[in-house]
């Protein structure tokens, strides 16, 4: 693929048009059809995409903004404690100390073929670190930066094994849904530990509703809307079966409680449709 050349349209998702039973695994075969699968299985995909970059960049410059205020007047109060003049060789120096800070940092969690991250790059100038657990992923996100130019790290690994290094930004759309239900608390802890203070998480996440009368119209109604968007009514049972206890969500108050319970002092949701959901977290 020549430099800085978009890949192609991505190829249409017909996985479940001839079922195989197997439980639901983000191998080559999904890989390789996946942002065709987000784009007719997740409700408003791109507009939420959209969502969290923009409030992520938004933060991302909240943070750095502080963190050059804070250095400026840290910078002065010494000059001023040591009552010696002001010195503008000083102020230069202590101005060139702030534009050589380290980058801020982005995690993008269960990254899939990288799209948000491609997306935030242009809006931030931050170092953006995408990890999946999937090999058939990253290398889809790598073939994707590679023809982008961007400069975006993406590796394989195992979110709970992974030592994050100090952070500015979590982002985990449709993440935590696919972590069993006993290690997520820790892994939204293990983000947590990893923010600075003023950092920010973003997630998405389908949910559930407590009211199982609800909860079936809901998934009746998302099942409709795949419906139209092309996939059989054969595809939507195939996959729903393969899904099985692979996918577990969380009702919207589980999610908000369990990030509250990490630490976060203040959760707001962003976005809703039916049974899906974004939000962000302030540590």
Request: aromatic residues 8%; proline residues 4%; glycine residues 4%.
């Amino acid at each position: 693929m020549p430099k800085n050349t978009p890949p192609q349209t991505p190829a249409k998702d017909t996985i479940f048009q001839n079922p195989t039973h197997k439980k639901f695994e983000f191998d080559a075969q999904v890989a390789s059809v996946f942002d065709d699968m987000l784009a007719r299985s997740i409700p408003y995909y791109k507009d939420t995409l959209e969502l969290c970059v923009d409030f992520m960049a938004q933060n991302i410059k909240r943070i750095e903004q502080a963190k050059v205020t804070e250095s400026s007047q840290n910078a002065e109060s010494k000059s001023a404690d040591s009552g010696a003049p002001a010195n503008p060789q000083k102020s230069v120096e202590s101005r060139d100390s702030i534009d050589s800070a380290p980058k801020s940092k982005i995690y993008d969690l269960g990254c899939s073929t990288g799209n948000t991250l491609l997306a935030l790059r242009n809006r931030v100038d931050s170092e953006l670190i995408g990890l999946d657990s999937s090999e058939a992923m990253i290398h889809q996100a790598k073939l994707k930066a590679k023809a982008y130019s961007a400069n975006i790290e993406f590796v394989c690994a195992d979110f709970m094994e992974v030592a994050f290094a100090r952070a500015q930004g979590f982002i985990a759309n449709y993440t935590l849904q696919f972590i069993r239900p006993p290690m997520r608390a820790k892994l939204v802890s293990k983000i947590y530990d990893a923010l600075d203070s003023g950092g920010v998480l973003i997630v998405s996440e389908k949910t559930t509703s407590a009211n199982r009368m609800l909860d079936s119209q809901m998934i009746a109604y998302y099942h409709a809307y795949k419906a139209r968007n092309g996939y059989t009514t054969s595809e939507i049972a195939a996959k729903r079966e393969a899904l099985e206890n692979v996918l577990v969500p969380y009702s919207l108050d589980e999610n908000i409680a369990l990030l509250k319970d990490a630490g976060f002092s203040h959760v707001e949701v962003l976005f809703k449709w039916v049974n899906f959901a974004t939000l962000i977290a302030v540590k």
